[in-house]
Nanobody, 115 residues
Framework: QVRLVQSRGGSVQTGGSLRLSCAAS?????????IEWYRQVPGRPRELVAT???????NYSDSVKGRFTISRDHARHTVYLQMNSLKPEDTAVYYC????????WGQGTQVTVFS
């Protein structure tokens, strides 16, 4: 069974940094598919934050561009989301996602940024 296992999140002050990780149990899903990070605030749709392609190309939403960095560790089948200069509006539950014949989601990680 394919699983995406996320690291724990945390609470940081405005301007702080956090790094999230997402480890894939399947090498094939890691190697052959883009991996994405989404976030969700209660009452709002899930928002795509960042994507890393199979060629390590990256894309970011305008809201995080220049502050967040997504990257892959091919040896560990793990994708990271480095979040810098965090703002209170970054507070959300963060999910990693991959699609290979079906959707795979991580379990979700709470990130709280307080002022």
């Amino acid at each position: 069974q394919v699983r995406l296992v996320q690291s724990r999140g945390g609470s940081v002050q405005t301007g702080g940094s956090l790094r999230l990780s997402c480890a894939a149990s399947s090498g094939s899903i890691f190697v052959n598919n883009p991996i994405e990070w989404y976030r969700q605030v209660p009452g709002r749709p899930r928002e795509l934050v960042a994507t890393v392609g199979t060629d390590d190309s990256t894309n970011y939403s305008d809201s995080v561009k220049g502050r967040f960095t997504i990257s892959r560790d091919h040896a560990r089948h793990t994708v990271y989301l480095q979040m810098n200069s965090l703002k209170p509006e970054d507070t959300a539950v963060y999910y990693c996602h991959a699609f290979r014949f079906q959707d795979y989601w991580g379990q979700g990680t709470q990130v709280t940024v307080f002022s």
